[in-house]
């Protein structure tokens, strides 16, 4: 946190001494100078447009976040401004969680990647997560508000929104683009002959077959104890709340359009700050990497039955599909001192029923 404020006192925006983090009455371009701050150590030029020239050794992406994430703790912290986006209007909530700054690290993320260094996936979101998720939006004072307030960032209609968003993308294994672009008549929720609820979600086109022709996700509705991953129960409330029966599934708060992937992927970050989860290990990508392995580790898919539900290809030549089981940057599944703990207590597995270390 030291070095923000060094920053600050190097461009004269803060005299020697001070501690931005408790400054009571922040300038509303706080946010832009958390910008620069990142931008002079992992970007090829700084805030003012001057490049740093070769011989300055750039940063990398990783290092980015945990600068931002310094800043974040920061605000939260020692000023006390908890986990809301910042408004430059009122000046009020953590200048580190606004959409300049979001934006920001989107577009270094990708120049980072352009210029070769290695691109670290979204970390999986996994059903515990999920279920945190479900119960914390489920809440009535957060389920059924209808006003913003400094304590809490969104409505309920918007939790509705979220819930069916991750649910869908989680089970479907699908792009965030794809199911924002979700139109009314792709959609069909009905009742099978055992009265069972289901719903069938038929894509135009996506990125390996752009001519269409792709077979459809048909879901049924998921027994109670697994209510917290039930893609037609999150998306009936949605409708039932939202209306929607023609054009866009998930518009943007002005009706007009669907929202962007940056706009989702920070209210998405805003529901795990409520959980106290850092989010920025967190990506739009988080949702069909976690049900990739949902699949693979709890529901035990083989790898061809995970690759035809989500549409890859079943030439597992190159095994594309293994960078969605497997990342570094995972919550681990064990400890490194329990490997080898024969007697260590598992959890009972709720598609066998077995207990067992291999369940």
Same mark, same amino acid.
């Given at each position: 946190?030291?070095?923000?404020?060094?920053?600050?006192?190097?461009?004269?925006?803060?005299?020697?001494?001070?501690? +931005?983090?408790?400054?009571? !009455?922040?300038?509303?371009?706080?946010? %832009?100078? +958390?910008?620069?701050?990142?931008?002079?150590?992992?970007d090829d030029?700084?805030?003012?447009?001057?490049?740093?020239?070769?011989?300055?050794?750039?940063?990398?992406?990783?290092?980015?976040?945990?600068?931002?994430?310094?800043?974040? %703790?920061?605000?939260?912290?020692?000023?006390?401004?908890? !986990?809301?986006?910042?408004?430059?209007?009122?000046?009020?909530?953590?200048?580190?969680i606004s959409?300049?700054?979001?934006?920001?690290?989107?577009?270094?993320?990708?120049?980072?990647?352009?210029?070769?260094?290695?691109?670290?996936?979204?970390?999986? +979101?996994?059903?515990?997560?999920?279920?945190?998720?479900?119960?914390?939006?489920?809440?009535?004072?957060?389920?059924? =508000?209808?006003?913003?307030?400094?304590?809490?960032?969104?409505?309920?209609?918007?939790?509705?929104?979220?819930?069916?968003? %991750?649910?869908?993308?989680?089970? &479907?294994?699908?792009?965030?683009?794809?199911?924002?672009?979700?139109?009314?008549?792709?959609?069909?929720?009905?009742?099978?002959?055992?009265?069972?609820? &289901?719903?069938?979600?038929?894509?135009?086109?996506? !990125?390996?077959?752009?001519?269409?022709?792709?077979?459809?996700?048909?879901?049924?509705?998921?027994?109670?104890?697994?209510?917290?991953?039930?893609?037609?129960?999150?998306?009936?409330?949605?409708?039932?709340?939202?209306?929607?029966?023609?054009?866009?599934?998930?518009?943007?708060?002005?009706?007009?359009?669907?929202?962007?992937?940056?706009?989702?992927?920070?209210?998405?970050?805003? =529901?795990?700050?409520?959980?106290?989860?850092?989010?920025?290990?967190?990506?739009?990508?988080?949702?069909?990497?976690?049900?990739?392995?949902?699949?693979?580790?709890?529901?035990?898919?083989?790898?061809?039955?995970? &690759?035809?539900?989500?549409?890859?290809?079943?030439?597992?030549?190159?095994?594309t599909i293994?960078?969605?089981? +497997?990342?570094? =940057?995972?919550?681990?599944?064990?400890?490194?001192?329990?490997?080898?703990?024969?007697?260590?207590?598992?959890?009972?597995?709720?598609?066998?029923?077995?207990?067992?270390?291999?369940?």
């Amino acid at each position: 946190m030291s070095a923000f404020n060094d920053f600050l006192v190097e461009e004269s925006i803060i005299q020697p001494g001070t501690n +931005i983090f408790t400054v009571q !009455k922040l300038d509303p371009n706080i946010d %832009y100078y +958390i910008v620069g701050f990142i931008m002079k150590q992992c970007d090829d030029i700084d805030m003012h447009g001057i490049s740093r020239g070769p011989n300055n050794a750039q940063k990398s992406y990783s290092n980015a976040t945990k600068l931002r994430a310094g800043t974040t %703790y920061g605000f939260r912290k020692s000023g006390r401004r908890g !986990k809301v986006p910042w408004s430059r209007a009122t000046a009020l909530g953590n200048p580190s969680i606004s959409d300049l700054v979001s934006s920001y690290m989107l577009g270094l993320h990708k120049r980072k990647v352009t210029k070769g260094e290695t691109s670290t996936s979204a970390r999986a +979101i996994g059903p515990d997560t999920l279920r945190r998720l479900y119960e914390h939006n489920h809440k009535p004072e957060n389920w059924n =508000n209808e006003h913003l307030s400094q304590g809490n960032w969104c409505g309920g209609n918007t939790r509705r929104l979220l819930q069916a968003v %991750y649910l869908i993308a989680f089970t &479907c294994l699908l792009r965030i683009d794809e199911v924002l672009n979700l139109q009314a008549h792709e959609v069909d929720v009905y009742d099978n002959k055992d009265d069972i609820g &289901c719903m069938s979600i038929t894509l135009p086109f996506r !990125k390996n077959a752009p001519v269409g022709g792709i077979p459809p996700f048909v879901l049924q509705e998921l027994p109670e104890q697994m209510a917290h991953l039930c893609p037609v129960r999150a998306f009936s409330a949605w409708i039932s709340a939202s209306r929607i029966n023609k054009g866009n599934l998930f518009p943007n708060i002005d009706k007009r359009d669907r929202p962007k992937a940056e706009v989702f992927l920070q209210l998405f970050q805003n =529901n795990l700050w409520n959980l106290d989860i850092i989010p920025y290990p967190y990506g739009t990508h988080s949702f069909r990497r976690g049900g990739c392995q949902w699949f693979a580790c709890e529901l035990r898919w083989s790898i061809r039955q995970i &690759c035809e539900w989500g549409g890859w290809s079943t030439d597992f030549s190159h095994l594309t599909i293994v960078k969605y089981l +497997i990342s570094a =940057n995972d919550t681990p599944t064990l400890r490194r001192d329990e490997f080898f703990k024969l007697d260590r207590q598992v959890v009972k597995c709720m598609t066998c029923g077995r207990t067992c270390p291999c369940a």
